[in-house]
């Protein structure tokens, strides 16, 4: 740590005021920060990873208001050793490669940003107990496309049922899926896959309760509840952080390195997609995003607009109903509120 940047002097690196949307490159009077990532948020208290240490942090005056998130990548300066009772300071946020949001909704009346800089979106469904719910996986999946994620179907107990009649609903809209179960010896079959799907990537988990999500995360981290100190020892729940997501190293098995990140969620259960923009969810679609250059002005694409070019390509013969009618039936979940 260098004595410019010690505990009482945060205001000299503080930017010129009229610059509202800081770029990271020049940045100069930041030369000392070090590189660090949000592991968890509680209450104004920032968790980071610091080359695998784990250090506390508080924003810095100059950062303002703007949200520091689960994901985000910060620099800080101060005290980073991690050391019992110390505390870094962020001082700036990198900018985020994608954010995952949800509008207020029934659930939350807030507008919030989840998480930032994830790479894949697992939607963890049952296929029975509880029953799966494709309003809400529709739902998910119009969250992960919006946002830039690629979704991973994650089919679990398929031990207590096919996955076929689920997956028929999904496969002309390509989603990639992956299917567990739960062996007599209470091993989850598929595991292995799970993890191959996982490296490389920052994903994020996200289920309703009771799909088998935890039982997921603690087989994929051995170690998820010491690391998130999240249990508590009474109830055995977690303790509800203020964005309600936790980034969990993923070991690689054969090795001591990091094969990637996982972000739970425990608390998620529902997106509200207000903001989201039928323009912007068919961009995940490219082939279908094609047939809608001569739409008129303003078209959703929902079934009802006169003249889409989705039904004009679907009466060319050039269009998969199928395909069609998911990406539709996707347009149409963003509004649902039965789900
Ligand atoms: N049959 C079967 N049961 C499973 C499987 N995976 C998990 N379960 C059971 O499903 C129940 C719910 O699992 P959890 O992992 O606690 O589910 P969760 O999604 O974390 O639910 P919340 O804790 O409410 O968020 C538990 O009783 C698990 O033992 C599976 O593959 N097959
Ligand atoms: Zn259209």
Redesign the pocket.
């Known amino acids: 740590m260098s004595g410019r940047y010690g505990e009482h002097d945060v205001e000299h690196y503080e930017r010129p005021r009229r610059r509202t949307r800081p770029r990271t490159k020049d940045r100069p009077t930041y030369a000392d920060a070090v590189d660090a990532l949000v592991v968890t948020v509680d209450r104004g208290r920032f968790t980071l990873d610091i080359e695998g240490r784990r250090v506390m942090a508080m924003k810095a005056r100059p950062l303002g208001r703007k949200g520091v998130i689960v994901g985000d990548r910060v620099r800080v300066v101060g005290d980073v050793s991690g050391a019992d009772g110390s505390l870094a300071r962020i001082v700036e946020v990198v900018e985020r490669s994608t954010v995952l949001r949800r509008t207020a909704d029934d659930d939350d009346p807030v507008e919030r940003v989840l998480v930032a800089n994830a790479t894949q979106l697992v939607v963890v469904t049952a296929l029975a107990d509880p029953e799966p719910r494709t309003r809400w996986i529709d739902r998910a999946l119009v969250a992960a496309y919006d946002a830039g994620l690629t979704p991973l179907l994650c089919l679990?107990?398929a031990?207590?049922e096919d996955p076929e009649t689920l997956l028929v609903t999904y496969r002309s809209l390509g989603v990639p899926w992956i299917v567990?179960?739960?062996d007599a010896d209470r091993s989850?079959v598929g595991i292995d896959a799970v993890r191959e799907r996982l490296a490389g990537q920052t994903s994020v988990l996200i289920?309703q309760?009771?799909?088998?999500?935890?039982?997921l995360v603690n087989a994929l981290v051995p170690d998820a509840r010491r690391e998130t100190g999240h249990v508590n020892a009474v109830t055995g729940q977690g303790r509800h952080t203020s964005t309600s997501a936790i980034m969990l190293e993923l070991p690689d098995p054969d090795s001591d390195s990091r094969a990637g990140w996982i972000i739970d969620t425990?608390g998620i259960r529902s997106f509200g997609l207000a903001h989201v923009q039928p323009e912007h969810l068919i961009e995940a679609f490219p082939d279908l995003d094609e047939m809608t250059e001569e739409c008129p002005r303003g078209c959703t694409h929902a079934d009802a607009e006169p003249e889409c070019g989705l039904d004009e390509a679907l009466a060319r013969g050039e269009a998969d109903p199928e395909r069609v009618a998911s990406f539709r039936r996707l347009l149409a979940a963003r509004s649902v509120t039965d789900y």
């Open positions: 679990t107990k031990d207590l567990t179960s739960r989850i289920g309760s009771g799909v088998g999500k935890s039982t425990p």
